[in-house]
């Protein structure tokens, strides 16, 4: 059945280091969504995009985050340079609306930052 | 400032017994309220989404309820089993025009003893 699939399931680097985390929508959905979870903070809206264009990223630190889907099938989610702080999980979520519809996760990536 | 305070925490309950979860929101104007579940390890999984009209929506064994006037939800479990051992979050929306501005709980964790 289709599944959310993101890449890599765990990633361990040490600070300064670039990280792309990369997330395969549900074929159809035009709608993608990153969030963080830790556990001090919960979970967090990072960015979503529809029909591949960002609707909003203000949930991201803009000097070192950047979001982008080169095309349908492909989001990414770059930190450059990673920082201890960024230590957490990263999920993709994709749906075919924005406000009121289901959004399906994917697995998450495990981000640890040393 | 728009909060979404879970209640309780921590919940251990044998199996086969009901349990509710509390969900209480200042977020206005108000869209839509999600609830959640998410196994240790998984990205989150939609149980309910429900909208300012409606007050009942159930899924299976979950039933959530919605009273908007005085901003609260909770999500009741029937005959709980092994398997509904997670955390349970509360998403609450603000209506924006379109825009997807989402509000999180910190999550109840359940534990479901045999």
């Known amino acids: 059945d289709a599944r959310v699939t993101q890449t890599p399931r765990h990633k361990v680097t040490e600070m300064g280091q670039e990280v792309t985390m990369r997330c395969q929508p549900i074929?159809?959905?035009?709608?993608v969504f990153w969030y963080r979870q830790t556990m001090m903070q919960g979970l967090e809206l990072l960015a979503y995009f529809r029909n591949r264009a960002p609707l909003d990223d203000s949930g991201m630190p803009k000097d070192r985050f950047s979001a982008e889907m080169p095309d349908a099938t492909l989001a990414t989610l770059k930190i450059q340079p990673s920082e201890p702080r960024d230590s957490a999980v990263y999920f993709c979520?994709?749906?075919?609306?924005?406000?009121?519809?289901?959004?399906?996760f994917g697995p998450g990536t495990r981000l640890t930052v040393l | 400032k728009n909060q979404v305070e879970q209640s309780p925490q921590s919940l251990i309950i044998l199996e086969g017994k009901n349990c509710t979860l509390q969900?209480?929101?200042?977020?206005?104007?108000?869209?839509?309220l999600r609830w959640y579940k998410q196994d240790t390890g998984r990205g989150p999984v939609s149980l309910t989404i429900?909208?300012?009209?409606?007050n009942t929506k159930s899924n299976g064994r979950y039933t959530a309820t919605l009273d908007a006037d005085t901003k609260q939800s909770s999500l009741h479990i029937t005959a709980s089993q092994l398997s509904d051992s997670a955390s349970y979050i509360c998403?609450?929306?603000?209506?924006?025009?379109?825009?997807?501005?989402?509000?999180f709980g910190r999550g109840t964790s359940l534990i479901v003893h045999p």
């Open positions: 998403v609450v929306s603000e209506a924006s025009g379109g825009s997807y501005i989402p509000t």
């Open positions: 429900m909208t300012f009209s409606e």
């Open positions: 074929l159809g959905h035009n709608t």
């Open positions: 969900c209480n929101y200042t977020v206005s104007p108000f869209s839509n």
């Open positions: 979520a994709s749906g075919v609306g924005i406000s009121i519809d289901t959004q399906y």
